[in-house]
């Protein structure tokens, strides 16, 4: 939600984000969730001076696809599909 103010913010340089954690201090975890944390194996990219813009793409397609398969691998039944932007 709230896309115009977030792109906004981004086009300045900061983060749009909107925290939603503990109600008396919403920067802080809700003690009530849940966090995973999962490690993959690495990704090592190569050391391109001048990337192409199909080099860049070629990689990112690689990295997102470590993260679908992590992502995969890991989710609980009810988990949302992940979505890549």
Known sequence: ?????RHWLNA???PGIV???WP???????P???L?????????LPLIANPTK?????WHAKYVDL???LHARHKEPSTPTLEVW
């Open 32 to 34: 009530a969730s849940r």
């Open 36 to 44: 995973h944390v999962w490690v993959s194996e690495p990704l090592h």
């Open 12 to 14: 300045q340089g900061l």
């Open 54 to 58: 199909e080099q860049v793409a070629e």
């Open 24 to 30: 008396m201090l919403p920067v802080v975890p809700n």
């Open 67 to 69: 993260l679908k398969d």
């Open 1 to 5: 939600g709230a896309w115009k103010i």
């Open 19 to 21: 925290p939603f954690g």
